[in-house]
């Protein structure tokens, strides 16, 4: 299957999981849980400008939607994280080529946070978590 159908088919995908999940509310359902990023060091080496920092309590973690099953969170958390590997790689593509372009500072550095971004949004949806909603561990 070529790249550009198999974005489109994920991002189909991940479009319906998102918009008919059921509500955040859910009694006894589950969590998607996304651990949470520190700020971007522009300093680090490339692609290492994000730490993603999932030793945090889940009770800090980004919460991207509720499911009423387990099979469900994981085959959105699948398909969001395919679906953010290819976002990814296309932008580090983009920016590598743009650094042996020689392009403006200016420019290099926005698609360099851009790239750090998506990596680092890459490597938090590996890190994430289907939790039950009654888990002690949210701290509700």
């Avoid at 088919?9 to 849980?33: D, E, H, K, Q, R």
């Avoid at 395919?82 to 042996?100: D, F």
């Avoid at 790239?115 to 978590?129: D, I, L, Y």
């Amino acid at each position: 299957m070529n790249s550009i159908l198999r974005f489109t088919c994920v991002t189909a995908i991940v479009f319906i999981a998102l918009f008919t999940a059921p509500s955040v509310f859910a009694a006894a359902g589950w969590y998607l849980l996304i651990p949470p990023s520190s700020d971007f060091n522009e300093r680090a080496e490339y692609l290492d400008g994000y730490i993603i920092l999932d030793s945090k309590p889940l009770s800090q973690w980004a919460q991207q939607g509720a499911y009423d099953s387990a099979s469900e969170c994981e085959a959105v958390k699948n398909a969001l994280y395919l679906t953010e590997q290819i976002s990814s790689a296309k932008s580090n593509e983009n920016y590598i080529k743009a650094v042996g372009e020689n392009k403006e500072p200016s420019v290099l550095k926005f698609m360099r946070w851009t790239s750090e971004r998506r990596n680092a949004n890459v490597n938090a949806w590996a890190g994430s978590r289907c939790i039950k909603s009654d888990d002690p561990r949210l701290g509700k």
